[in-house]
């Protein structure tokens, strides 16, 4: 677990491990579907959809207390908005990247 991630989990749950351990596992197990998604998304030039992909990456890395993957998926969100793929193919890539810490 990512320690920025046990750090916050746990402090917002009183230090209960058990619901640090659960929330953190949802969020790991979330992130691959998500980035599928973006994947697709890019490939069809979905910008409304991407942009809703990389809002919910935003959302749930900042539940889980992840702010450089958020920081990283406001960034997609921006290139998606701006319809940029060569940002968006590596903002994907950094995600992916980001990813393998989890």
């Known amino acids: 677990m990512k320690e920025c991630c046990r750090k916050y989990l746990s402090e917002q749950f009183g230090g209960d491990m058990e ?9 790991v197990s979330s992130f691959g579907a998500k980035m599928a998604e973006a994947d697709a998304a890019l490939a069809a030039n979905g910008w409304d959809a ?3 992909v990389a809002h919910t990456i935003k959302g749930n890395s900042l539940a889980a207390g992840d702010q450089q ?6 960034a997609l969100r921006n290139a998606a908005k ?3 793929r060569d940002d968006a193919e590596r903002l994907i ?10």
Do not use: F, G, R, W
């Open 82 to 84: 701006l319809q940029n």
């Open 69 to 74: 993957m958020a920081d990283t998926a406001i």
């Open 50 to 52: 991407l942009d809703k």
């Open 19 to 27: 619901v640090v351990d659960a929330i953190y596992a949802e969020y």
């Open 93 to 102: 890539a950094d995600l992916k990247s980001l990813a393998e810490q989890l």
